[in-house]
């Protein structure tokens, strides 16, 4: 039995990820920074809470991290903690880039000093090549980040390729562009828009207010993401993959997919307001996931459309569950 140390398990991806490796006859233990909270929510929503070892650990503690890999005795690492949000990170530099530089740095040095033959998956970003022009990135496209957040991935990601040249670790880089489902936190803009048609078409007389709607990403299905991290770390030879479906489309229109899977023109129920902007936001990124397709036999499996329909009725579902609970309160 392959045991697996998924470090950042209570995200969207670590449940995600968890319940892959379970299927797959894994035994999995996660990280989170403080377990005594109990279960995390994304297990408990998977019904997997019970299955995975919980540990505490605190990425930028070295002497944390150490300690997890001892206990643990993973054959394989999937490093998927630290700060997630982009627009936070214009919020809180010094604390991005302390949380996902040094996070990684611990990692990559404590399986060095176990040297155990351990496979190390990072999850790098697809913020770190800035903004695109419209060319569709690949694994040789220049780095050119344009948030904190972007800087500490990209910082992250050369960590990475010098461990795997300069001390022979199985090291690799998954450079994943967006991806989504219902377990996105609402401070995503995807889960924010979903959650608000839900809820408009409940009933609710709110306005939905967005910044910019003309910037363009490749927008994914979750689930699959997390099977190309674990394709990763099954292949010869560590190498590093983008990820992404190849099509990329307006925030705009990823609204009006939102509204029409409940009846709803978005134009009627959605204003921009300027301040919601960031600092240096990007205004097109895409990918060319060609590599990840030879290589490790991936391919997206869920267009956009279909993202979209799931994670709007996965918050009708879960409006119309509070709203049977509050009424048998009652």
């Known amino acids: 039995m392959k045991r697996a140390l998924i470090c950042g398990i209570g995200g969207q991806d670590g449940g995600y990820l ?16 403080d ?12 019904g997997i809470a019970n299955d995975v070892e919980l540990l505490s650990m605190a990425p930028n503690d070295f002497r944390s991290v ?22 936070l990170s214009f919020e809180m530099p010094a604390e991005t880039l302390d949380s996902i530089v040094f996070g990684t740095l611990n990692l990559l040095e404590a399986i060095r000093l176990t040297e155990r033959p351990i496979k190390f998956y990072h999850a790098s970003s697809s913020e770190c090549f800035g903004d695109l022009h419209g060319e569709a990135a690949t694994e040789h496209t220049p780095f050119r980040p344009r948030s904190p957040y972007g800087v500490a991935k990209a910082s992250a990601h050369m960590l990475v390729a010098n461990y795997r040249e300069a001390y022979g670790l199985f090291a690799a880089n998954g450079i994943l562009f ?14 924010k828009i979903t959650a608000a048609a839900a809820r408009i078409a409940a009933g609710s007389p709110e306005t939905l207010t967005l910044g910019r709607t003309d910037i363009i990403r490749d927008w994914g299905w979750a689930p699959d ?5 674990w394709r990763m770390l099954q292949i ?7 990820i992404a479906t190849g099509r990329s489309i307006s925030l ?32 097109w990124s895409g990918a060319d996931p060609s590599h990840a397709m030879r290589e490790l036999g991936w391919k997206a499996s869920v267009p956009i459309e279909e993202v979209a329909r799931r994670m709007v009725e996965a918050d009708r579902a ?11 309160a009652t």
């Open 18 to 33: 968890a319940r892959l490796l379970l299927e797959k006859g894994y035994r999995v233990a996660g990280t989170s920074r």
């Open 35 to 46: 377990i005594h909270r109990g279960p995390l929510a994304n297990l408990e929503t998977l």
């Open 178 to 191: 967006n991806h989504e489902s219902p377990l996105r936190p609402e401070r995503f803009v995807t889960r």
């Open 225 to 229: 993401y997390v099977d190309a991290m």
């Open 236 to 242: 010869d030879e560590a190498q590093d993959f983008v």
């Open 252 to 283: 705009a229109q990823f609204a009006e997919l939102a509204f029409d899977a409940v009846g709803l023109n978005w134009r009627d129920h959605v204003r921009n307001d300027e301040s919601f902007a960031r600092p240096s936001d990007l205004l």
């Open 66 to 87: 150490f300690t997890a890999l001892v206990s643990a005795e993973p054959d394989e690492i999937y490093h998927l903690a630290g700060q997630s949000s982009v627009g």
């Open 318 to 328: 879960k409006g119309e569950a509070a709203t049977k609970c509050e009424a048998d």
